[in-house]
């Protein structure tokens, strides 16, 4: 009786043995066969981090431009282009020099390796075309009501990006647009937060009690910046900034700047004035230098006490972006509040 036992339960367990063995080949016979995800089903966390979204923007003359990849060769003809490519991390594929200085060979943005940029000719309200052309550009940024004409002669070569901007918010928006256009939306943001949290920190620690200026030109026939003004919008915010538009027909295009006089200067009588000096021809005299040769200018507060500063034009006047106006607002704090900053 017990050998027969053994023997059935010795049966038993081979049977059991042998449908295990089938199972395990089953399963892997379906593991093998088995197709992988396709990758239209992965998750959005696995797309590729360089990933581009086409964007439709419109630019301050209205135009709305379409980009289906990502830009990347942009050839500038202003110098906010250069500034928002500076804090975007890349690098112009060529710029328009006209024969002025221009910000790319200034330390805070490339040094002396904007001197190596591709060169685009002609003028600065005319580049030449060919120059552009050459260099097959997938963007070219240029300056509202003074490049519209490039669109017509770029047409089938490159997008015009029209940027216009009168107060730093607008200059913000810039960053933005083409951040996204750029895939470079984390530095165009990080350029944003770095520039609002340097303003945001200045007006908490000024008592916003001097009276500042920003004026400028190549002669004595000169122009202030308004508080409507691209910098004006800046000194505002960190300090006693009382000039305005007060008669639309003075500033007809909303530039935030008009024509003034001596005598309305000398009305307000600025703490301290920032002057941005367009001489550029060999031996020419500053701004400054030729309003020093006015009786009315000696009587100015800011003459008297040697608070007249010849700036950087091509930064506070031409830069208009966020790096220029984060330049602007370090330079401005230290000469009203020199205590404090």
């Not at 608070?307 to 330049?327: A, C, H, N």
């Amino acid at each position: 009786m017990k050998s027969t036992k053994r023997l059935v339960i010795s049966m038993l367990l081979t049977v059991a043995m042998l449908i295990t063995a089938c199972g395990n080949t089953a399963d892997e016979e379906a593991a093998a066969t088995q197709q992988p995800e396709p990758a239209a089903t992965q998750s959005a966390a696995e797309a590729p981090a360089d990933s581009f979204e086409p964007h439709q923007i419109v630019d301050a003359s209205g135009a709305e431009l379409e980009f289906s990849t990502k830009v990347e060769k942009v050839a500038c003809v202003v110098s906010l282009c250069v500034d928002i490519l500076a804090e975007l991390g890349l690098e112009p594929i060529a710029i328009a020099e006209s024969g002025v200085r221009t910000i790319a060979t200034e330390d805070e943005f490339y040094g002396d390796k904007g001197q190596a940029f591709a060169s685009i000719g002609g003028s600065f309200f005319e580049p030449n075309l060919e120059d552009i052309v050459t260099v097959k550009p997938d963007l070219v940024i240029g300056l509202l009501g003074v490049h519209d004409a490039l669109r017509e002669g770029l047409t089938g070569v490159a997008p015009v990006y029209l940027a216009g901007p009168k107060t730093y918010t607008d200059s913000l928006a810039v960053l933005e647009t083409i951040g996204k256009l750029t895939g470079k939306t984390a530095e165009a943001k990080a350029a944003a937060e770095k520039f609002l949290d340097k303003l945001d920190e200045a007006k908490q620690k000024v008592p916003k009690d001097k009276k500042a200026l920003i004026m400028y030109g190549s002669d004595v026939n000169f122009s202030i910046v308004t508080d409507s003004g691209l910098g004006g919008s800046v000194l505002k915010e960190v300090s006693n900034y009382p000039f305005k538009v007060n008669d639309p027909s003075e500033d007809p295009y909303g530039e935030g700047s008009v024509q003034y006089s001596l005598e309305k200067l000398l009305e307000e009588d600025p703490d301290v004035i920032f002057v941005e000096s367009y001489s550029y021809s060999p031996g020419t005299k500053t701004l400054s230098e030729q309003m020093g040769e006015l009786p009315l200018w000696s009587k100015l507060k800011a003459v008297k006490e040697q608070q007249v500063i010849e700036v950087r034009s091509p930064i506070w006047g031409d830069g208009r972006g966020t790096r220029s106006l984060g330049i602007l607002l370090d330079e401005s704090l230290a000469a009203l509040y020199p205590d404090l900053f």
